[in-house]
Each structure stands twice: as C-alpha cells, then as structure tokens.
C-alpha cells in the first residue's frame, strides 16, 4: 500500500458498530427482513418487497431470478448502501434502517465482504494490496488477518494462493494488467480479508472456466466454514444451486413483481 494512502489511517479507524447479542450465538439471525418496501425515489414505483425473509448465520444461500427481480437491490440493502422506507432489515442483529450512513459504511466495512459483479477493484494498487484493503478500513478485520497468518500480506497471499495467484511475478502488479478472469478471483480475495461474518457475491463465477469456478467455490465455502460465515450468492448458473443450503427466488419472493406495491405510499 502506498504511504501516501496508508500513513495515520490506524488512528482514523471508526469505532465499530457491533452487531447484537440478543439470542445465542448458535441461533441468532444473519439477515431478518419483515414488511419491507423500497422504492428508488419518492414517488418511483416500489422495486422491492419482501414481507417475510430470515436467513441464519452460517447458511449457504443462492439467490436465483431473471434480470429486473431485485437481485442487486436486495444486495444493497443487505450491505447497507440503501435502506428501505418502510419495514425491518437487520442483519447481525443490527437493523440498519435505524443507522445514518456513516453507521452502516463502518458496519459494512467491519463484518460485511462484498463481491461486486464489476469487481470495484482499484487501478493503481497492485493485486496484494487490493486484498489487503479491508483491512485498511477496520480495525475488527485487520485483527483477525493478523490472527490467522502474521501479516496481512501473508493471509492475502493465503487467499491468493487458493485462486492460483499467488505467483510472485503476478502479486505486484497492478490489477489493470490481470485478466478479466484474475481480477474477479482478486475481488473475491478481498471480500474474504479478515473473515466478515456475512458474505455477498453478486455473479462472482461469470468469467471464469469450470475448473476455476470449482476452485473459487470450495475457497468461498471453505472460509465460510471455518470463519461461520453466512454466504449470500447472486448467480445465473443453475448448475451452481444444488450446492447450497437454499435457494431463495426472487420471482416469487419479490411481490413488487406482481404489482402488489402499485401505489403504495403515495
């Protein structure tokens, strides 16, 4: 990381925001959604609603639906870069519609890794330093990297190494010089830094071949396993469904789709 972007960032770390410890450990919640509604803008059509919604922590879960379901909206409400204007949505215990937005950026950032379908990775930083940017960001996550390998550099290039890129010629460089195939598998390092409690991928395996895709699966299992983590996936790969606890289709779970939220709120 370059010292321009790293240097008194340790100081300006947020204090977390800690999920509840209502419930025990074995049986509380990842992701409780009740009555919600949302709608982009105020007298938009509502997009999203789901009246009834629990997902338990540690769960597999593959979210399944065509294009203009909600896939991506219930992604950004999970992750908290929305929140909707009418009922609950907690996740860990916290509800997030009751959070400003600097609330729900550092909890994101503590317990939420996300792997984003345009992978969102920076330009300018090589691949470790990708990886290890997280870390960057919360204290919580940072910790727990430096508990599993030592160093951050070491755990990145742990999870490198189970995507086939822990090539030393390849870790340094920039990311603008991977394949588009690479760069994916870098996005899904970097949502995995510092074993966040809830997973989400959005279309995660889309460039890449069978053989890494099997790869790229069991590492996402394999850290969720042994971190506890809740795994959200977004996939069109139907040969992908059977190997998770469920499926959840947004075809039937979203009534926005039937015009059930016509009108509504206005």
């Given at each position: 990381?370059?010292e321009?972007?790293?240097?008194?960032?340790s100081e300006?770390?947020?204090?977390?925001?800690e999920p509840?410890?209502?419930?025990?450990?074995?049986t509380?919640a990842?992701?409780?959604i009740?009555?919600?509604?949302f709608?982009?803008?105020a007298?938009?059509?509502?997009?999203?609603?789901i009246?009834?919604?629990?997902?338990a922590r540690?769960?597999?879960?593959?979210?399944e639906?065509?294009?203009?379901?909600g896939?991506?909206?219930?992604?950004?409400?999970l992750?908290?870069?929305?929140?909707?204007?009418q009922g609950d949505?907690?996740v860990?215990?916290?509800?997030?519609?009751?959070?400003?937005?600097?609330?729900?950026?550092?909890?994101?950032?503590?317990?939420i890794?996300?792997?984003f379908?345009?992978f969102?990775?920076?330009?300018?930083?090589?691949?470790?330093e990708?990886v290890?940017l997280?870390c960057r960001f919360s204290?919580l996550?940072?910790?727990r990297a430096l508990a599993r390998?030592?160093t951050l550099?070491?755990?990145?290039l742990?999870?490198?190494?189970h995507l086939?890129?822990a090539?030393p010629?390849?870790?340094g460089?920039?990311v603008?010089?991977?394949?588009?195939?690479?760069?994916?598998r870098?996005?899904a390092?970097r949502?995995l830094m510092?074993?966040?409690?809830?997973?989400?991928?959005?279309e995660p395996?889309?460039?890449?071949d069978?053989?890494r895709?099997?790869?790229?699966?069991?590492?996402?299992?394999?850290?969720?396993?042994?971190?506890?983590?809740?795994?959200i996936?977004v996939?069109?790969?139907?040969?992908?469904?059977?190997l998770?606890d469920r499926?959840l289709r947004?075809?039937?779970l979203?009534?926005?789709?039937d015009g059930?939220g016509?009108?509504?709120?206005?």
């Amino acid at each position: 990381m370059p010292e321009r972007m790293t240097e008194g960032l340790s100081e300006a770390m947020p204090e977390a925001v800690e999920p509840t410890r209502e419930g025990t450990a074995g049986t509380q919640a990842a992701v409780r959604i009740q009555d919600l509604a949302f709608r982009w803008q105020a007298r938009a059509p509502v997009v999203l609603i789901i009246d009834d919604l629990t997902i338990a922590r540690g769960e597999r879960v593959f979210i399944e639906g065509p294009s203009g379901s909600g896939k991506s909206t219930l992604l950004g409400l999970l992750a908290g870069v929305a929140v909707p204007q009418q009922g609950d949505l907690v996740v860990l215990g916290q509800p997030l519609q009751r959070l400003g937005g600097v609330q729900r950026d550092h909890f994101r950032a503590d317990h939420i890794g996300y792997i984003f379908q345009m992978f969102n990775l920076i330009p300018y930083l090589s691949v470790v330093e990708n990886v290890t940017l997280p870390c960057r960001f919360s204290r919580l996550r940072r910790e727990r990297a430096l508990a599993r390998s030592g160093t951050l550099e070491q755990e990145a290039l742990r999870l490198l190494g189970h995507l086939d890129l822990a090539d030393p010629a390849l870790v340094g460089r920039a990311v603008t010089t991977l394949s588009v195939g690479q760069q994916q598998r870098v996005a899904a390092a970097r949502a995995l830094m510092g074993s966040p409690e809830v997973l989400i991928a959005d279309e995660p395996t889309s460039a890449l071949d069978a053989d890494r895709r099997e790869a790229f699966i069991r590492l996402l299992f394999d850290e969720c396993r042994a971190a506890g983590s809740t795994l959200i996936f977004v996939s069109h790969d139907a040969s992908l469904e059977g190997l998770f606890d469920r499926t959840l289709r947004l075809a039937g779970l979203n009534r926005a789709l039937d015009g059930a939220g016509a009108g509504e709120g206005e």
